[in-house]
């Protein structure tokens, strides 16, 4: 009996749209970890894509639009993860908290070129008014959820910090630690930068974590 043939891999010209859309999306994320948004150009993203300048354009239609989208794919990812870690964390307040703020130290989220991506979003005058536009209201949310659960953490347990400043204080400091990722090399590994972001969640609540 003759063994099946092998089923051939997708040739770059049978990939579905999503498929070919996430692959010049992960391109553009590379492309920004490594020139930043100012000397960004489709160019960069067609070569480690592997495929034509036209084609991205096809799927994306300008180079602002390649921005935009893969903006809105880096921010639903984000939220998504930690939505999920919510999810399986179950309902005691500190349990919550914990799994929110491991959820941004996750293999899939806490790489070099996705924080080199979100450092250039955040980092450069041209970008701030294309992140605040696509990014406010899911970063609201994350604030919000946060300041929910520093509430009931000062009602559950007796902690009288103020949970909006507690709060504002989890977020910064973790995305202080990832810019400390990005731009220290050799600073620190993952699990480090974790136990660092601990040490600041441990001072706001000492009797939990």
Not at 106 to 127: F, H, M, N, V
């Amino acid at each position: 009996m003759n063994s099946p043939e092998p089923v051939a891999s997708p040739t770059p010209r049978t990939l579905s749209r999503d498929t070919r859309r996430t692959q010049v999306i992960e391109a553009t994320i590379q492309a920004l970890a490594e020139r930043g948004f100012s000397r960004f150009t489709l160019t960069d993203v067609a070569k480690r894509a592997g495929i034509s300048h036209g084609l991205v354009l096809f799927h994306f239609q300008s180079k602002e639009n390649l921005l935009a989208e893969t903006l809105d794919f880096l921010a639903e990812e984000y939220r998504s993860n930690w939505q999920e870690a919510l999810e399986s964390a179950g309902d005691a307040p500190e349990a919550r908290l914990l799994a929110m703020v491991r959820a941004d130290f996750t293999d899939k989220l806490c790489t070099p070129e996705r924080l080199a991506a979100w450092c250039a979003y955040w980092g450069e005058i041209q970008s701030r008014p294309l992140y605040q536009s696509r990014c406010a209201a899911n970063d609201a949310l994350f604030h919000d959820t946060l300041v929910a659960l520093c509430t009931q953490m000062n009602a559950a347990y007796g902690y009288t910090h103020s949970p909006e400043q507690a709060a504002r204080l989890i977020r910064v400091l973790a995305d202080g630690i990832w810019l400390d990722l990005m731009s220290v090399e050799g600073a620190h590994s993952v699990p480090d930068a974790l136990e660092i972001m601990m040490l600041g969640v441990r001072g706001l609540f000492p009797r939990h974590f």
